[in-house]
């Protein structure tokens, strides 16, 4: 009886030091795992939304033609940057094109040049009233950001890139589009012939300038 109560001793002592290691791996899991969930969340980077000052941004556009050309501006509607650590990671502006101006021309002629350029012959802004450009990805270098993103006009989103420049709280680009990929055709030597000096060429320009 001695001897059963010897072994009963020895296995009773063998099940708690195997339940003590047990116990104790665990903590050390548990621990290890705390860890590396505070390491985790101390290098993870948070994306917040910096919206963009309409009032403070501007939009000026150029459009060239066989005998001259004519310029003007364009109104953004709202916009916002994704940011990540203070760059530019992503982010997405909305145009007004019912507020197409003309600044170099006066009068009647300013007035047919709005009304044509807002007609269905141009941009068709009573069915297609917004153009959208949204940022997909920004690569930082210095001051500038080679971005690539989406453009929609007329309901046509396109693939564009092009270089953003950062100073401060402002952030400037030069686009330069082809309008005839948005099914912006009127005048276009890439669709009619013989147009001569009537001719306006497909690509205009949108110098763009952001607040924050």
């Known amino acids: 009886m001695s001897t059963l109560n010897q072994s009963l001793s020895k296995l009773n002592l063998a099940t708690k030091k195997a339940f ?20 985790s969340a101390s290098f993870t980077t948070k994306t917040i939304m910096e919206k963009v000052s309409v009032k403070s941004s501007s939009i000026t556009w150029v459009g060239k033609k066989v005998t001259g050309k004519h310029m003007g501006t364009i109104d953004l509607k709202e916009g916002f940057f994704e ?8 982010g997405e502006f909305v145009i007004d094109m019912n507020s197409i101006a003309c600044t170099d021309l006066e009068g009647d002629s300013k ?4 009304g044509h350029l807002k007609s269905d012959d141009f941009f068709g802004v009573e069915n297609y009233p917004t153009a959208k450009l949204v940022i997909t990805n920004a690569v930082k270098n210095g001051n500038t950001y080679k971005v690539t993103g989406d453009l929609t006009i007329k309901e046509t989103t396109e693939p ?49 300038n952001l607040s924050i």
């Open 20 to 39: 003590n290691q047990l116990n104790r791996n665990n903590r050390v899991k548990s621990v290890l795992i705390l860890a590396v969930g505070i390491a």
């Open 83 to 90: 940011m990540e650590d203070g760059a530019v990671t992503g």
């Open 111 to 114: 007035g047919q040049l709005e």
């Open 160 to 208: 564009i890139t092009f270089d953003l420049e950062e100073a401060g709280d402002n952030f400037t680009t030069t686009l330069t589009i082809d309008r005839s990929k948005y099914n912006v055709r009127y005048g276009s030597g890439s669709f009619f012939d013989n147009l001569g000096d009537k001719t306006i060429y497909d690509d205009f320009t949108l110098d763009i």
